[in-house]
């Protein structure tokens, strides 16, 4: 599927009044405006009390469908390009990286499970990464966070790390959801979803966050999370 650039809706959304961070010039200085990680703090404290009821729901739900274990973890690229383990609601068979590698879902993907086919489509999946947030590897709004041992089809190993735009990206936290995972599809090379994140991270502003988070919480209400058309 060919994909094209980011379209000028992209360009607007990511274009606020004003700029509220300066970039550093170096390749891995860290950007970290006190507004942006209060922001992730509060609304990560209020999500916990509030989605408690929706956990352990969800924990129940993973059990009864095939009894496998109910959280994934696996090893991600975060600011300045540490590692940290992220924290997901298992989606797929129990130890799929071990048997079939680390690969990024696909259309009809047989290693989802039933319950993990609702829980990818409303990014409910997500949730336990509001415990990255507090601890600091993740912030509610950002580039995404990538595997660092993660495999492309033919099982090729995919080296992030060589792509333009890798070290600009990880000036900021990872993201539980952000520009480019907003407008544009999964399956998007990752050179064009990098230059959507320098876009972000050139633009970074609260008020760009508290437009993304919104527009994140429209599309998880809809569904629309794992569409291959457009999310908004």
């Given at each position: 599927m060919a994909v094209r650039s980011p379209s000028p809706r992209v360009l607007a959304i990511a274009e606020p009044s004003r700029v509220a961070v300066r970039v550093a010039p170096a390749a891995f200085d860290a950007i970290d405006p006190l507004p942006k990680r209060a922001f992730d703090v509060t609304l990560a404290c209020l999500m916990l009390v509030f989605s408690a009821l929706v956990w352990i729901v969800i924990a129940a739900?993973?059990?009864?469908?095939?009894?496998?274990?109910?959280?994934?973890?696996?090893?991600?690229?975060?600011?300045?390009?540490?590692?940290?383990?992220?924290?997901?609601?298992?989606?797929?068979?129990?130890?799929?990286?071990?048997?079939?590698?680390?690969?990024?879902?696909?259309?009809?993907?047989?290693?989802?499970?039933?319950?993990?086919s609702l829980l990818r489509a409303t990014g409910l999946d997500e949730l336990p990464q509001v415990l990255n947030i507090l601890l600091g590897d993740m912030s509610f709004v950002g580039p995404r966070a990538l595997s660092t041992n993660e495999q492309a089809a033919d099982g090729t190993p995919i080296r992030y790390d060589e792509t333009r735009g890798f070290a600009r990206r990880l000036q900021v936290r990872p993201g539980l959801t952000g520009l480019a995972t907003i407008y544009l599809p999964k399956d998007a090379p990752s050179a064009l979803k990098f230059r959507v994140d320098q876009l972000y991270v050139n633009r970074l502003s609260l008020w760009l966050d508290l437009r993304l988070v919104a527009l994140s919480f429209w599309i998880s209400f809809r569904g629309k999370w794992e569409t291959r058309s457009r999310k908004v």
């Open positions: 739900a993973i059990k009864l469908d095939d009894g496998g274990p109910v959280f994934y973890r696996q090893e991600r690229w975060g600011r300045g390009q540490s590692r940290f383990q992220v924290l997901k609601f298992r989606t797929m068979v129990a130890h799929s990286d071990r048997d079939f590698g680390v690969r990024q879902a696909t259309s009809g993907d047989r290693r989802i499970t039933r319950v993990g």
